[in-house]
Structures are given as C-alpha cells and as structure tokens.
C-alpha cells in the first residue's frame, strides 16, 4: 500500500513538473528583417514597439533584425534566412521568385512615389538639366528612390550623370542640402518625414508614376496560422490610438491585405537585379 501510494506521489509529481516545464517553454521566436532605409536608431525607434505590439496581439514572439547596410540585408535576404521581412516592392519580387516570399500586409493609403530633389537655391528646375550633374541616391537597389528613377533617366531619357550612393534617405536629403550633390533620389513619404528646415531648403523637379508600397513579406516555412495571426494583429492596430501611432511610425497608416499578383507582379516587366553598391558614372 505504501508502495502504490508512493507511486502515485512521484506521478502526481511529475505531472505537474512537466506542466511547469511546458509553460515556462519559450514561444517559437520568429526573426523580422527591415532593409535599410533611415538609420538603425529611427528604424529601431519605430519598429522596436511596433513589434512588442503585435507580438503580445497575436501571440508570437517576433524579433527585430536591422541593419547597418543594405548589401548586409541581402545577403540575409537572398538566402532565405528571415521569417519575415518589410521591404521596398523589389524584394516582394525578388523573394517569390527565390524563396515564395508572400507578401502579407501593405499601405492602402499612400502609393509609393520616387522623386529627385534640388536645392531651392539651385537653377536646375527640369530633368534635362540633370545632364553632366551629380545626383545622390540611397542605394543601388531601393527601388523607388534610385532603381526606378536611375532607369528612366538613363534608358528612356538618355540623361548622362554622376550617380552616387550614401545609404539611408535622410543622408540623400543632407548630400544635397550641404551642396555634395546637384541633386538627390528619394520618396515622398521620407522627405515629409524630414525638418522642416531642412525639408524647405528643397524642391521637387522629377516623379515617377505611383507602385504600390512596401509590403510586409512572409517565408513559405513560417505557420499559415502564424502569417494570419500577425496580419490580423496588424489590421486591428486602426482602432485605437496607440496602434494608430505605431503604423504611422513604421508609415503604414493604413494596412491592407496585401497580394503578389495585384500588387507586385507588374514589376517583374523591368527586369531588375540586385546591383552592388558602388559609386558610378551613368553614360
């Protein structure tokens, strides 16, 4: 009798140690990539909470990756290596051909829209004046502030220029504000971000025709269950005002459900490829 009620003892015991133990497991940490576009400080600044958010929402646990380059982010990228991943719309392509990357959320209020920019100051007022200029870019290969415009200027409008690559958009804005370039590539959503007097000091002389936004991309691998916890998380963030400021700092104001074929397949007529960061001379 002593024995049995002994046995029993240790099983009670270790029931409840492996329920313990089962709660104290770690949820499945899931690693979210932002490609480079401002700082690492403004980036974490905006995301870091962002992410804490919707990780508590939807019952994940996701992981902010950023970084200091955008040949760093690539080669992360490229591999496949992150769960999620919030780019410009070249990486939604890039990732489904590669990888089955699928895009999950987007902005439904803002289109993506690059632009050139001169100092107010400057008698550059059209493209055609680009001509034998220096135009500062963020990198080869984000696509609205410099793939997109750099393809027009060179191979529709046959403009030669210097073209040069400073990394986030704020330092594009900065090269042309302090006069190391005639003029610089960038989007409208980050030189509205910009001060004020910083902003003021330029102006507008190129658009490129409206795409659709950065969209929030999910690897194959991860969960069905978990992509849709994560997307519903994030559409739910517009009813209250906490969450509302959290997409405006990651310029989202307003998500939507993202798809491939409607919102990022047309890109695939340009043809482009990932371009190294290098300094070059556009003839």
Known sequence: MRTTVMSYCLAVLAVAFSIQDASAVEPVEYQLARAPQHSTRITV???????????????????????????KFEGDFLSGQPDFSFGNPLYAVMGY????????IRDGAHKLKGIIVVRKDSNIEIVADLAGKTIAFPDPNALAASLLPRTILSEEMHIEYNSI?????????????????DAGGGVVDTLESEPAQLRDQLKIIFETSEISPHPLLAHPRVPVAVQKAV??????????????????????????????????????????????MKTKVNK
């Open 45 to 71: 600044e905006s995301w870091a909470p962002f992410l804490k958010r919707i990780s508590a929402d939807a019952g994940v646990n996701l992981k902010l990756i950023v970084y200091d380059s955008r040949e």
């Open 97 to 104: 051909q590669r990888h089955g990357y699928v895009p999950l």
């Open 165 to 181: 690559f400073v990394g986030a958009h704020e330092n594009v804005y900065r090269t042309v504000f302090y006069g190391k370039a």
């Open 231 to 276: 997307a519903e998380a994030i559409l739910k963030l517009v009813n209250d005002e906490e969450g509302k400021k959290l997409l405006a700092g990651i310029s989202v104001t307003a998500p939507i459900l993202a798809n491939y074929e409607r919102d990022y397949a047309a890109i695939e007529k340009y043809g482009f490829q990932s371009q190294k």
